[in-house]
């Protein structure tokens, strides 16, 4: 279970994290004093999707408050939920007012998101789905319940890192600046971005081109060496290092610590005393059910 418990506890801290980290400047990108006026934003909002300013006008119509208390109401039960979500009380219904929230605030502050946001619905959507309150968790103490193979859960995960990785690094092999490292070079020199000077490094071009190749390597061959034991630590390492050199030199450390979780909800496993698989016989008439007791 420790990977769902991961996922679970580590999401709610980063997502606790990112609100602490935008609350002064939450309101100017929702509500309709926010940067962009609201019926612009709401052009490119899916009609499946319940936007935060929906959710505000019926408030407010039934209550009768302002958007401003209503979106402070709404901010608290946000709050709430991934508390509630990380100590594993009420799990699902947690995560799913999290995911629910979280989804709205996205999709009506759209000019101002990136990956990461999309990666965080991802994995909210994930906690809904999956039984991530089975373990360490309040509902688990109060209902008492019984332990789950989490082997299928972990097994969509994967699939999900390695559809990503493979599809990203594709992408970047396709090209050639990432072949020569211009894409590198491109990504550091950027102002608003890079805090240090990194200049002297021009002089030293290979080792923009190494950085480049690395990346391809690491995403295109994470399919393959992710799901070998032998390989499996030092890729993990690879990968985990690529995301750490994200968030130093391109100052992005909320999209490299939400891979970096979703790669070892995915794919660590911490040593047991005994990690053999267990076979435990079901009724007369039905087949063996493997259960892997190191997940």
């Known amino acids: 279970?420790?990977?769902?418990?991961?996922?679970?506890?580590?999401?709610?801290?980063?997502?606790?994290?990112?609100?602490?980290?935008?609350?002064?400047?939450?309101?100017?990108?929702?509500?309709?004093?926010?940067?962009?006026?609201?019926?612009?934003?709401?052009i490119?909002?899916?009609h499946f999707v319940l936007s935060s300013a929906d959710i505000v006008n019926y408030i407010c119509s039934h209550v009768h408050w302002t958007e401003l208390q209503a979106l402070n109401f709404l901010g608290g039960i946000y709050i709430?939920?991934?508390?509630?979500?990380?100590?594993?009380?009420?799990?699902r219904f947690s995560a799913f007012l999290a995911w629910i929230l979280h989804l709205s605030f996205v999709s009506s502050a759209h000019f101002f998101?990136?990956?990461?946001?999309?990666?965080?619905?991802?994995?909210?959507?994930?906690t809904v789905i999956f039984p991530v309150g089975k373990a360490y968790s309040i509902d688990n103490l109060i209902f008492k319940r019984?332990?789950?193979?989490?082997?299928?859960?972990?097994r969509v995960l994967q699939i999900h890192m390695c559809i990503v990785y493979f599809i990203s690094g594709i992408a970047k092999a396709i090209g050639t600046n990432w072949w020569n490292g211009m894409s590198i070079w491109k990504s550091?020199?950027?102002?608003?971005?890079?805090?240090?000077?990194?200049?002297?490094l021009a002089n030293f071009d290979w080792v923009y081109t190494l950085a480049g190749i690395f990346t391809i390597v690491v995403e295109v061959l994470y399919c393959v060496f992710m799901n070998f034991d032998k390989t499996r630590?030092?890729?993990l390492l690879l990968t985990c290092a690529l995301h750490l050199s994200i968030a130093f030199i391109l100052?992005?450390?909320?999209?490299?610590?939400?891979?970096?979780?979703?790669?070892?909800?995915?794919?660590?496993?911490?040593?047991?005393?005994?990690?053999?698989?267990?076979?435990?016989?079901?009724?007369?008439?039905?087949?063996?059910?493997l259960t892997y007791r190191s997940l």
């Open 146 to 154: 019984k332990e789950i193979n989490a082997t299928p859960y972990v």
């Open 44 to 46: 490119r909002v899916s």
């Open 233 to 235: 630590k030092i890729w």
């Open 1 to 42: 279970m420790f990977p769902l418990v991961t996922l679970r506890i580590g999401l709610s801290l980063l997502l606790l994290t990112q609100l602490i980290q935008i609350k002064s400047d939450i309101f100017s990108f929702i509500g309709k004093y926010g940067l962009i006026r609201q019926d612009i934003v709401s």
């Open 113 to 126: 998101t990136y990956g990461v946001d999309y990666f965080l619905t991802m994995l909210l959507f994930y």
């Open 251 to 289: 100052v992005l450390p909320n999209f490299a610590a939400v891979m970096i979780l979703f790669n070892v909800a995915a794919y660590y496993y911490p040593k047991r005393k005994s990690t053999r698989a267990e076979f435990d016989i079901l009724t007369p008439g039905t087949e063996n059910k």
């Open 80 to 91: 709430c939920s991934l508390i509630s979500l990380s100590m594993g009380l009420f799990t």
């Open 188 to 200: 550091i020199n950027r102002p608003i971005i890079t805090n240090f000077d990194i200049h002297y």
